[in-house]
């Protein structure tokens, strides 16, 4: 297992359509190998998410595991981890819900958004099952934010109001009551 570098802001990776994984490759030792890289450097970067391309790879798979005792976001319920390759995303729920969102690729900020609250996730996991999963409130919302990133669309695309986005310490300082 290796720690990755992950991609920052600005790296054109981030903006390219990953592509999707032929059924052969989904149970691959090179799949495995890349989980695994990304697993461990979603916990050293301390992050609740994190899509292939954000370490350079532009395949479509995504890590979600929203930790209780996580630093970056507080949060009442935690998700144990969940990885997803070639997902479908459907929504159930259109009501939007906002959330501070961040990212590792655009670190040390943190940008207001809203999202539909209620989804469905169809994919294929790691031992090449199909699945699905239905996900509502923060949840929903890292979910769609790593889906994202399989389109090479970034959070900071969707900012609710240009003035709602803030270096971490302002959003401490002067943002936080807002959270939900
Ligand atoms: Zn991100």
């Not at 495995?32 to 479509?60: C, W």
Request: charged share 25%; hydrophobic share 40%; with cysteine.
């Amino acid at each position: 297992m290796a720690i990755r570098k992950v991609a920052r802001l600005g790296h054109p990776v981030l903006r390219q359509a990953a592509r999707a994984f032929e059924s052969d490759e989904i149970t691959s030792v090179e799949t495995r190998q890349l989980v695994n890289d990304m697993l461990q450097t979603m916990e050293d970067y301390g992050g609740v998410g994190l899509a292939a391309p954000q370490v350079h790879e532009s395949v479509q798979l995504a890590i979600i595991e929203v930790g209780e005792e996580n630093e970056r976001y507080f949060v009442e319920k935690g998700v144990p981890l969940v990885v997803v390759l070639n997902p479908k995303l459907s929504i159930t729920d259109p009501t939007l819900s906002g959330f501070w969102e961040g990212c590792l690729s655009v670190p040390e900020l943190r940008g207001y958004v809203e999202r539909p609250a209620g989804i469905q996730v169809d994919f294929t996991d790691i031992n090449g099952e199909r699945q699905r999963l239905k996900a509502d409130g923060f949840f929903a919302t890292v979910l769609q934010h790593e889906l994202d990133h399989l389109s090479g669309v970034l959070y900071t695309d969707k900012l609710k109001d240009p003035t709602q986005f803030a270096f971490l310490q302002e959003f401490g300082r002067y943002h936080n009551d807002d959270d939900e």
